[in-house]
């Protein structure tokens, strides 16, 4: 098996990333479906490394979406549902803050996701600048879990973006994150998602406003495992087998 990684960067900042767990001989195919999906970029990377030792997940985090009038209140339900699981609203108000300010110190946003105290709100990435990125996860069988989705009526413009980020936060809550959150920064999307093992994965339109080109990720970690969490997250490949 091979992991393909794809990193786009327009005048130094981020602006396109896709993984994919694939065997060798999809790897031509693969590599061209990379190289489109950015926009606009002066700098694209793509990785393949050999993986072995596979893991599987059997299946994903459940899906559901809520549309709200305006991010502010879509940023209520946010508070509200993270509290349900023990994350005080003033933690949360951190974390939105950062993704709708920016969470790179040095400005802009940054390649991987902010690590949080839930409890504190400290900061524990190593590298704040960087973050950590989740990486080598991917379908078992890709064409099969988009034609499920299909099925369950979402629309080809989120297909794709979708069966990304549902895998990454499924990895994500899999390797002991206890909350997620996430929106694009991408400035023409603004759909994002919280994620968590107690509610599942949740799609929240809008979570920022329109031709923003700031966001993230937010993962709330524990800070006494921090070191296997990140190991997991960075290092351990893994397939997810079924949609839930």
């Known amino acids: 098996m091979r992991s393909v990684r794809m990193r786009a960067e327009l005048d130094g900042m981020h602006v396109s990333g896709a993984e994919r767990v694939i065997p060798h001989y999809e790897l031509e195919k693969v590599v061209m479906e990379l190289l489109k999906r950015p926009k606009r970029y002066d700098k694209i990377v793509i990785t393949i490394e050999r993986v072995e030792n596979l893991e599987t997940i059997p299946k994903s985090l459940p899906i559901k979406s809520h ?39 040095k400005g802009g946003n940054m390649r991987g996701a902010v690590l949080m105290d839930p409890v504190s709100g400290e900061r524990l990435e190593p590298d704040q600048e960087r973050g950590i990125r989740t990486t080598r996860i991917d379908w ?67 979570m920022k406003e329109e031709h923003t080109p700031t966001g993230g990720r937010v993962y709330f970690v524990k800070r006494e495992s921090l070191q296997e969490l990140i190991e997991c997250l960075e290092r351990k490949v893994m397939l997810i087998e079924q949609l839930l």
Not at 149 to 163: A, H, Q, S, T, V
Not at 179 to 205: H, L, M, N, Q, V
């Open 67 to 105: 549309d709200f009038a305006d991010v502010e209140q879509a940023h209520k339900f946010v508070i509200k549902k993270l509290k349900e699981i023990g994350i005080e609203e003033s933690i949360t108000q951190k974390a939105l803050k950062l993704l709708t300010e920016g969470p790179n110190p």
């Open 140 to 206: 078992r069988n890709r064409t099969a879990i988009k034609e499920a989705l299909r099925e369950r009526g979402i629309k080809k413009f989120y297909l794709e973006r979708l069966i990304d980020a549902l895998a990454i936060a499924t990895k994500n809550i899999h390797c002991g994150v206890i909350a997620e959150i996430c929106w694009s920064d991408d400035p023409e999307y603004t759909t994002g998602y919280i994620a968590s093992k107690e509610f599942g994965y949740i799609r929240i339109k809008p």
